[in-house]
């Protein structure tokens, strides 16, 4: 790096320390505030080399995922918070009415070594776990990875198939329809009955409808929630007030119930 370049690397280290800075006392001036912030540093959707991020626009990423490169979410899917997609080296394609639960990592693959290309590819209506790992795998319509469960590369997990909570798919393993597989490495373990292939179809259109309502909350300002927190408050007074609360009656409010005596 010459003169030229050291002095504009010196000047943009300076700018950069200074802005963090005054973002630092602006903070403090917020006081306990300061965290309800709706805009952050971090980026959600971000480019890598010549690849951008696409979100059908009613889908759900909540602010604490990261969403890299050459990735696709479909419409009505939601990616929840913590989640890292990361399409850096292949793509990931997430279809629609699908949900990534929190902390989950997806992740892909250029090739392995019979020369495969291994993107991720997870289609509609599938419902993949917290802390779930796929890592260029393609999980089918409808599928379900259990929480904790790992993918590794050239797995296939096909239509209404279940992976178990806590399992280890090898390499290029495929779970035919229908199949429960689980263990570490997973292996067969039964068919699914015609009701838990129904409830976990329905268990992804009841993600689809919670992720709409955190998509609201989070869409609101900083504004918005502090005057909904003071509705509540004060209604949540009044209600007490009214509870602990007796009337008093006069005492002719009552008309006398006492037998009469005849004179």
Not at 73 to 96: E, T
Not at 133 to 143: P, S
Not at 222 to 231: A, G, P, V
Request: include cysteine; aromatic fraction near 6%; glycine fraction near 10%.
């Amino acid at each position: 790096m010459g003169t030229l370049g050291k002095a504009v690397y010196t000047v943009g280290f300076w700018i950069r320390e200074t802005g963090q800075a005054i973002d630092r006392l602006g903070s403090r001036l917020q006081g306990k505030y300061h965290f309800h912030e709706q805009l952050s540093r971090h980026r959600t959707l971000m480019n890598i080399f010549d690849k951008a991020p696409s979100v059908h626009r009613d889908a759900f990423v909540a602010p604490s995922a990261s969403i890299t490169g050459d990735v696709h979410v479909g419409r009505g899917s939601s990616i929840w918070y913590g989640c890292v997609l990361r399409g850096d080296a292949n793509s990931i394609s997430i279809g629609s009415g699908t949900n990534i639960q929190d902390n989950s990592i997806v992740h892909v693959a250029k090739s392995n070594l019979q020369g495969k290309v291994l993107p991720t590819t997870i289609g509609d209506n599938v419902t993949v776990g917290h802390s779930a790992i796929l890592h260029g795998c393609t999980v089918e319509d409808e599928a379900v990875v259990g929480t904790g469960a790992t993918l590794l590369d050239g797995v296939v997990v096909e239509k209404h198939a279940m992976v178990a909570a806590g399992s280890l798919v090898r390499q290029d393993t495929r779970i035919p329809y229908g199949e429960v597989w689980g263990g570490n490495p997973a292996k067969f373990l039964r068919k699914l009955t015609e009701e838990e292939i129904s409830f976990n179809s329905q268990s992804a259109i009841n993600y689809t409808s919670l992720a709409q309502a955190h998509a609201a909350e989070n869409a609101k300002s900083f504004e918005e929630t502090e005057f909904l927190k003071s509705l509540k408050l004060k209604f949540a007074q009044q209600d007490e007030e009214h509870d602990s609360t007796s009337v008093a009656l006069p005492d002719n409010a009552i008309p006398d119930q006492s037998p009469k005596v005849a004179a």
